[in-house]
């Protein structure tokens, strides 16, 4: 009769059934958290400690001849000295293991590893088990191109961020412009770019905000935080920057500046309808007007109710010039929508709003020295504060090492189909 396979190859038969005996010393740790006269009842927490050893024991009484097999002190001798053996076989046979970053069993043979080649490791108390892995993993791929931008490419692979990377261009090294990576004929600049500018050793490292990271125990929620399961939702702390400053100060060239840069990208369509992109990030316009007709005035003339008359939508577009970024962050569906709690604020110059067939997109910038924690809320104003569009998401901390890119991409099509 064919045996009933798992996928991973245990067979379920009672005929191949191998039952197994073995003895194990357990550490536990128990602690009791209880409040008197306030919990009906007491919530006792336990955590166990164990270490398996495995080995294959050789069969050795094969060796022994029949005639010494009825004496029962030899076979318990035999049976342990299999055992011992089978031990030792199978820590020789596992030493290769132990150049494997991902078979290597504790944090200290890690550390053995990364020293064996000249590998300097982030910071313990900042760095998981799993990040020291990849670290040591894409060690020899990162010394081959170490220095470049794809040395950069490979440290965000070991931090699991998705980034950009940009020249950047100036003409007074006081202002500068990012720039995809330009490759052009002697004296060429990038299109857009007179022959006064020039490429700086300054470049951008862009972080794109498209995960939703866990802090806590428990399930995940909408925005920032589920308080049933005690977990709190991040887009961004402060503190994943770390980790990655730290790898990025043992790559790049002599006098290069890294510039770091955190990009928010909320997109939906003109229609109102919620579009949630990676992230966790929720977008939805709340007053859209593009057929508003406006009189071609410096000053729109208004009716009584304030409804403006023009020839065409890019006077709509272009009074939308004021951001706000709050720590509210309430569900974007709930009528009424509003930055509930404003924090941030700033002005959008209507020059960097760029119009195409397919969308409408604004962009400003959220420099260095605006510092904020847990911003959940965005909000975009007409120049008389009519607020026209909202966007909600997990938890984003912006502290004075970085900048915050916002690129808020309005569609003309509808994107709930």
Do not use: C
């Amino acid at each position: 009769m064919a045996d009933w396979n798992l996928d991973d190859g245990y067979t379920l038969d009672a005929s191949s059934a191998i039952h197994i005996e073995g003895e194990m010393d357990v550490a536990l740790d128990l602690s009791i958290i209880s409040r008197p006269f306030d919990d009906l009842e007491v919530l006792m927490e336990l955590e166990a400690t164990m270490d398996f050893q495995h080995a294959v024991a050789l069969d050795l009484l094969r060796l022994i001849p029949d005639m010494y097999k009825k004496s029962q002190i030899l076979l318990d001798y035999v049976d342990e000295v299999e055992l011992e053996t089978g031990i030792w076989h199978t820590s020789v046979r596992d030493m290769v293991n132990l150049s494997n970053p991902n078979k290597v069993g504790s944090r200290a043979y890690l550390k053995h590893l990364a020293s064996l080649i000249g590998l300097k490791l982030l910071p313990e108390d900042e760095s998981t088990e799993a990040e020291i892995r990849r670290s040591i993993a894409q060690a020899i791929d990162w010394y081959k191109v170490k220095g470049t931008y794809e040395s950069v490419n490979i440290i965000s692979l070991i931090e699991q961020f998705t980034v950009n990377i940009y020249d950047m261009y100036t003409n007074d090294y006081v202002t500068f412009t990012l720039v995809d990576w330009f490759v052009g004929e002697e004296d060429e600049n990038p299109t857009g770019f007179d022959s006064t500018y020039y490429k700086s050793p300054h470049f951008g490292l862009e972080v794109v905000l498209d995960t939703v990271y866990s802090v806590g125990t428990g399930g995940s929620g909408a925005t920032g935080s589920d308080s049933d399961s005690g977990v709190s939702l991040y887009l961004w702390q402060a503190s994943y920057l770390d980790n990655l400053f730290f790898a990025l100060e043992q790559t790049r060239p002599v006098h290069t500046v890294p510039h770091y840069i955190l990009l928010l990208s909320p997109k939906t369509d003109e229609f109102g309808n919620v579009i949630q992109t990676d992230g966790n990030i929720q977008t939805k316009v709340i007053y859209w007007e593009t057929t508003t007709r406006y009189f071609d005035e410096a000053s729109p003339w208004s009716f009584d109710d304030a409804v403006n008359f023009d020839t065409s939508e890019e006077a709509f577009i272009a009074s939308i010039t004021k951001w706000e970024l709050g720590t509210g962050g309430i569900d974007i569906n709930t009528s009424g929508w509003t930055v509930e709690d404003p924090a941030l604020t700033g002005a959008i110059d209507p020059s960097e709003t760029v119009v195409t067939e397919e969308k409408i997109t604004f962009n400003f910038i959220v420099p260095k020295s605006a510092v904020q924690n847990g911003i959940t809320e965005l909000g975009l104003y007409t120049s008389s504060d009519t607020l026209v569009l909202g966007s909600v998401f997990p938890s984003l901390d912006k502290d004075s090492r970085v900048e915050l890119r916002v690129a808020v991409s309005v569609y003309k099509s509808d994107l709930s189909s």
